[in-house]
């Protein structure tokens, strides 16, 4: 088999790249839409800080199956085709949170959006990694991933100018249209990925998911990488569900609030693209290495913000690192799994770190609602962070750089 008889086109694989972006965009407005509406929601329905904790963790509770169940199919019946399928299901559900009257009919809204939102994420990792030259393959998943933290900051834009208690339906009514007005784009101009296609009938003999991630010395990879999920995500979606009722607890207004929620997506944004174009020109280890050291010093800067100018300055930079550090997550799994795999191990991986974006919201709340003030959380996730920083090492050192930018059209053992 040559080589170039399954790379992708440089105009094909733009588009691909594209059309993930314009879909992450989307992911990102939705995922951060519950934290921009949650004070206008909890003035309607009067809902308890704990109780608000919970409509921020059931959306990720859905992300969880919803990450392993796509990625699993997506090494089945085609990444294009189960990425249709969740942005689908997320757009459906999202105008269906317009419609809830209750807490228990918002959960269940929110659920059913992050199983599509959680099968999507997967997809697009592997759609994004499988279109990209193998030296570009970072930079093309951060691509994408940087349409998160903009879509996140276009949700913040929403509810800064949606006057009155009844403007949070706005940014739902967006999140819902935005992704069922894709869907013919994706059907049209997106094309199955040609390293699936080149597997051919060798699909039907896809390794088990206790194979995909523990067999042929990919156990130690799996690990360390739900480690690193798992630490990033408990931070990073404690800030993102509760860094503007942490700006509002300081006594600033709600539009400051959402112009630092602004700040920490617009921030992301960068750090996503940047940050996993890194990887590619000067390698793995120092990358991700910065990367840790910039997200300690950010949230170091955030706790002891007290204005709202340091209080922007401090989301600033965390988004910088903490959505760039995702980006580069996302990138070395999209990386350290063959073809045939890739789904499998993306899907687990993303699945394992959504218990992450369930516990850190959830347990916020909780100490929240005890009187914790928001100083002390932010302190205490610098612990985690460590422990995050070191699995994405033992990732990094555990393959050469050779390794895990290897494209699978080049090597039969990754098909």
């Given at each position: 088999m040559k080589a170039s008889t399954n790379l992708p086109t440089r105009t094909g694989g733009a588009l691909t790249i594209g059309l993930c972006l314009v879909v992450a965009l989307l992911e990102g407005l939705d995922l951060q839409s519950t934290g921009v509406a949650a004070p206008r929601m909890a003035r309607e329905f009067h809902l308890a800080v704990a109780q608000l904790g919970w409509a921020f963790s059931i959306g990720a509770l859905g992300l969880l199956p919803g990450a392993a169940i796509g990625g699993r199919l997506a090494d089945?019946?085609?990444?294009?085709?189960?990425?249709?399928?969740?942005?689908?299901?997320?757009?459906?559900?999202?105008?269906?949170?317009?419609?809830?009257?209750?807490?228990?009919s918002l959960l269940a809204a929110r659920f059913l959006t992050g199983l599509g939102l959680g099968a999507a994420m997967p997809n697009l990792i592997a759609l994004c990694a499988e279109a990209a030259h193998p030296d570009q393959r970072s930079t093309a998943v951060g691509a994408m991933y940087c349409g998160m933290p903009f879509g996140a900051a276009l949700a913040a834009v929403i509810g800064i100018v949606s006057p009155g208690d009844e403007g949070w339906r706005h940014i739902f009514y967006v999140g819902g249209i935005g992704p069922l007005l894709t869907l013919p784009l994706l059907a049209i101009f997106m094309k199955e990925s040609t390293h699936f296609i080149a597997l051919g009938a060798q699909r039907d003999a896809s390794a088990s998911v206790a194979q995909a991630l523990w067999k042929e010395g990919r156990a130690g990879t799996t690990l360390a990488l739900w480690v690193s999920y798992l630490g990033t995500l408990i931070v990073l979606y404690f800030l993102i569900n509760w860094l503007p009722s942490m700006v509002l607890a300081r006594g600033l207004t709600r539009v400051q609030a959402s112009v630092v929620q602004m700040m920490f997506n617009i921030g992301g944004g960068i750090g996503a693209i940047v940050i996993a174009s890194l990887m590619d020109r000067i390698g793995k280890k120092p990358t991700v290495t910065g990367m840790y050291i910039g997200i300690v010093a950010a949230l170091a800067a955030l706790a002891g913000a007290t204005g709202s100018l340091s209080m922007a300055c401090g989301g600033l930079l965390a988004g910088l690192f903490l959505v760039g550090g995702q980006s580069v997550l996302y990138a070395l799994a999209g990386s350290a799994y063959p073809t045939r795999v890739r789904g499998t191990g993306v899907g687990a991986a993303v699945a394992v770190g959504r218990v992450g974006s369930i516990v850190g919201p959830l347990v916020a709340g909780q100490l929240f609602a005890l009187g914790q003030g928001p100083s002390m959380l932010v302190a205490a996730s610098i612990p985690l962070v460590a422990i995050a920083a070191i699995g994405a090492l033992v990732v990094v050192a555990k393959f050469p750089r050779e390794t895990l930018v290897a494209s699978p059209a080049v090597s039969t053992e990754s098909i």
């Open positions: 089945r019946i085609g990444r294009k085709r189960v990425l249709m399928l969740s942005v689908a299901l997320f757009g459906v559900f999202s105008i269906a949170t317009t419609q809830v009257w209750d807490l228990n």
